[in-house]
């Protein structure tokens, strides 16, 4: 039996379980990233007290099937029992939260789950229980046009109650400001029946009270939110925390494999290479997903030998439909295939991931154990190391692919190659 985790968090994809798991580093212990299927192997954080992020691959699932898929990683989280255990949701509600946060109610014994989504540094916010983006309800942003989940309620409650076995209840912002006053809030909607009580936050220093709430409650309650939860429950497990963030590696050659579809991370790319030197290779997501492993090893040697230094940028061509003559996780599959033949082929000196469903691909691909996760580069870009494989030991910045601005490629890589970026 290894020592007891610190923490662990849940999280339906790699990304999202990057973002919000770095966010315990500051605590001391190792936070190591992996896919449940990896929950059982013995691995380098249970040699030492540690955190674990776990990525489920949950979110495109049906409800009943991502029930199902919770229940078997509650069943599978190591004895002793960890200390805190945090469920990740998406920012923007996709996926299946009220199923999931169900599962862990009811098999972990939590008294009830605080639910608290907004991510204020991204943008993310929730006021009179609607979720916004940059101020807009969800249902009038991109998620609402997202390929494979598209989020049809902006309702935080109304998303959760078309999946919750339980009663959902609500936090108004005009309680916060007194903890007394917002613990009689929580007390007040548990009476109700209420299990999931979503928490209205607009700022930080809203889902800081609702992280000290949970960590001061006399009953067990369940943290639900991105990393912006995350990161205000990390600051109380551990006030005076002083660990030792990793200095980002320096760089001449940068590999960018971005699946994902977002508008947002195609800005990024088109803002990168605008100011720095680099390829970009838009590829067939079609022959991505049929190609041999004798063609994807001539197609890394050619974009090998047409990237001297500087940026390569891989990106679908167009994402492919649910139904089509390829599926995207078939396209995320061949992109990561490709992405692993460039790492064995050419002097990659760190590899960005974008999208959930790329990274969790190229996790598959690799064959590794684990990411060690260091530090967030930037908002919602995460830096990490690859354990075991053939990118063991590899640089690795993994980033949703919603998240960010513009410029935010362009700042990221004159941060790790030293230049100025205006």
Not at 214 to 228: F, T
Not at 292 to 312: F, H, I, N, Q
Not at 349 to 355: M, Q, Y
Request: proline content about 6%.
């Amino acid at each position: 039996m290894g020592p007891r985790l610190e923490v662990v968090v849940i999280a339906d994809d790699l990304t999202g379980a990057a973002d919000t798991g770095v966010q315990f580093a500051a605590i001391g212990h190792p936070v190591y990233l992996t896919p449940v299927e990896h929950i059982g192997l013995e691995a380098p954080r249970r040699d030492a007290a540690a955190s674990l992020a776990v990525y489920t691959h949950s979110r495109h699932l049906c409800a009943a099937a991502a029930a199902a898929r919770l229940r078997s990683t509650a069943q599978a989280l190591p004895s002793p029992r960890p200390r805190w255990v945090y469920k990740k949701i998406d920012s923007c509600l996709r996926g299946n939260p009220g199923a999931e946060i169900d599962v862990l109610i009811d098999t972990l014994g939590f008294h009830a789950a605080l639910v608290a989504p907004a991510l204020p540094a991204q943008g993310r916010t929730t006021i009179q229980g609607v979720h916004r983006v940059h101020g807009v309800p969800l249902t009038a942003t991109e998620f609402a046009r997202d390929p494979v989940a598209p989020v049809t309620r902006s309702a935080v409650a109304a998303v959760l109650s078309s999946q919750s076995r339980h009663a959902v209840g609500h936090i108004h912002i005009h309680e916060y400001g007194d903890l007394g006053h917002l613990g009689r809030a929580l007390e007040r909607e548990c009476a109700r029946g209420c299990r999931l009580i979503v928490c209205d936050a607009t700022a930080q220093t809203h889902l800081d009270q609702v992280a000290e709430l949970v960590v001061r409650s006399p009953r067990p309650l369940l943290p639900v939110g991105s990393a912006g939860l995350a990161a205000s429950l990390a600051r109380q497990l551990s006030p005076s925390a002083t660990g030792r963030l990793e200095e980002c590696p320096r760089l001449e050659q940068l590999l960018l494999i971005c699946g994902t579809g977002s508008p947002v991370t195609r800005e990024q790319v088109a803002v990168l290479l605008g100011r720095y030197r680099g390829v970009r290779r838009e590829l067939d997501p079609v022959w991505l997903a049929r190609a041999s492993a004798v063609e994807r090893r001539r197609c890394a040697g050619e974009l090998t030998r047409a990237w001297a230094d500087g940026v390569l940028a891989l990106q679908l061509r167009s994402l492919p439909p649910a139904v089509g003559p390829v599926s995207p996780s078939a396209a995320a599959r061949g992109l990561a295939r490709l992405g692993c033949e460039l790492v064995r082929a050419s002097g990659v000196e760190v590899l960005f991931l974008s999208g959930g469903d790329t990274a969790a691909a190229f996790f598959g691909a690799c064959g590794a154990q684990a990411i060690r996760l260091q530090r967030e580069v930037l908002p919602g870009l995460v830096l990490g190391r690859w354990l075991g494989g053939p990118a063991d030991g590899l640089p690795v910045i993994t980033k949703a692919g919603a998240f960010g601005e513009a410029k935010t490629l362009m700042l990221l890589y004159a941060q790790l190659s030293g230049g100025i970026a205006s």
